[in-house]
């Protein structure tokens, strides 16, 4: 697996530090960008192309949800995992387009693996081509 790029997004700079020492404890992910609002989640995807957005679902502005459902119609390739606080959000997160949705109380090794089943299911589905932007 080559090396992944990863936005992560979250409104607290604690978690976003606990999640990006998670994800960079395995070499093969590479956090590039953090995020702390729904705004700045599509300025970057749009200028950065991340391979993985990890994202909260209570950010501020758009909240999870509503980012999910734009990153989806515009970039169509990107894998989006979304964190949730409750169970009762996994529905309603997947709905919107998320590949993905772990609790944000998950454990280190937890989410290296639902990150890695994420990527490895994306890739087994299609021959995907590298992300491509298009205009937000």
Not at 39 to 48: I, T, Y
Not at 58 to 83: F, P, Q
């Amino acid at each position: 697996m080559k090396s992944v790029s990863v936005l992560i997004a979250n409104p607290d700079a604690t978690i976003r530090q606990c999640l990006t020492q998670a994800l960079e404890a395995d070499s093969r992910f590479v956090v590039k960008w953090e995020s702390e609002n729904g705004a700045e989640v599509l300025c970057k995807c749009r200028h950065f192309a991340p391979d993985l957005v990890i994202l909260d679902s209570h950010l501020s502005g758009l909240d999870g949800m509503e980012v999910t459902k734009i990153l989806r119609t515009r970039l169509s390739n990107a894998r989006i995992i979304m964190t949730i606080s409750v169970d009762s959000s996994r529905e309603r997160a997947l709905r919107s387009g998320a590949d993905d949705v772990m609790m944000l109380d998950s454990g280190c090794e937890m989410i290296r693996c639902k990150v890695r089943e994420v990527l490895e299911r994306n890739l087994s589905q299609d021959n995907r081509t590298p992300l491509e932007i298009c205009t937000l």
